[in-house]
């Protein structure tokens, strides 16, 4: 019978991990971050004490379930430790969105999920008052061609700048962008900083509209060149089956493009990060050190 009662003594589970490298996603290896289970319902708490150092260490893991009748139940049974579900303007009464090609609908001029043309990396949600805390994606059908989960972590981008344009960074703290899609408009910074976790809210295509103050301007089309150049990028297929978790503050996602007459299929879910499990996870990343004018202050 699956508990709550994870000892963080017992399984040396340290919730306050810190990588001492900085996290390079195209250095990954995808099987020491994927969890094999029967279902997330009845997962053991080794592989729950494993899910969160794995989820600690890299911002994200896979979860690898076997078949079931109805696969969404996997997916839905994540919110127990993820947090409540916030719903998107496009998901089912139960919370789920699903992310397939609709071809000729005006819902695949407005939502890039819905569409096979790729999907510029970005975090979920920044056209929101509040942003997801959580993604899950599970793969129903995976195309044959194309359609590839891209990865890159916050954490880079930040150290990217930091080495290269430390004025540019520090100006991301203190200029906060507007971004809006339809009726949506959230206002905030591509970095901000909290109990000294480092958060990044980033999207830059042509579906969401963006209000960029000029001291950021250059940084943000820096950005946008950079987490895009797929030699920055961990590149995969999700297979069927399989649900990736991510921490929306500290990992951009995206996917590449595919046929239009190929089918591909995946569920996703959005979490507020609140729940009876969360002082078992960190989200956001600590970064190695702080913007130079920072540290000079």
Excluded: W
């Excluded at 480092?198 to 301007?217: G, L």
């Amino acid at each position: 019978m699956l508990t709550n009662n994870i000892n963080a003594d017992q399984y040396k589970l340290d919730v306050n991990v810190h990588n001492e490298e900085i996290l390079d996603a195209t250095k990954l290896d995808l099987n020491q971050l994927t969890i094999k289970i029967s279902k997330v319902a009845e997962i053991s708490n080794s592989d729950l004490q494993r899910l969160f150092e794995i989820f600690n260490k890299f911002k994200f893991v896979i979860l690898e379930c076997e078949p079931i009748p109805n696969l969404q139940e996997n997916l839905l049974a994540l919110q127990k430790y993820f947090g409540s579900i916030k719903k998107h303007r496009l998901s089912a009464p139960n919370g789920i969105s699903t992310i397939e090609n609709l071809r000729d609908s005006s819902l695949a001029k407005t939502y890039v999920a819905t569409s096979n043309i790729t999907h510029f990396m970005h975090t979920d949600g920044s056209f929101e008052m509040e942003p997801p805390k959580i993604v899950a994606m599970q793969c129903e059908v995976p195309s044959k061609t194309g359609g590839l989960s891209q990865i890159i972590y916050a954490e880079t981008v930040y150290e990217y700048l930091r080495n290269n344009y430390p004025e540019e960074l520090q100006n991301l703290f203190n200029y906060p962008l507007t971004i809006t899609r339809g009726d949506q408009t959230g206002k905030r910074a591509i970095f901000t900083e909290y109990e000294d976790r480092m958060f990044m809210c980033f999207r830059a295509d042509a579906i969401i509209s963006v209000a960029i103050p000029p001291q950021v301007e250059r940084a943000y089309n820096l950005i946008k060149n950079y987490v895009n150049d797929t030699n920055n990028q961990l590149i995969f297929q999700l297979q069927p089956h399989q649900i990736i978790i991510l921490d929306n503050a500290s990992v951009l996602h995206g996917r590449t493009s595919f046929p239009e007459n190929e089918f591909r299929k995946l569920n996703r879910l959005h979490f507020n990060g609140v729940s009876e499990y969360s002082h078992y996870f960190q989200l956001g990343f600590i970064p190695k050190s702080k913007p130079l004018s920072s540290e000079s202050n």
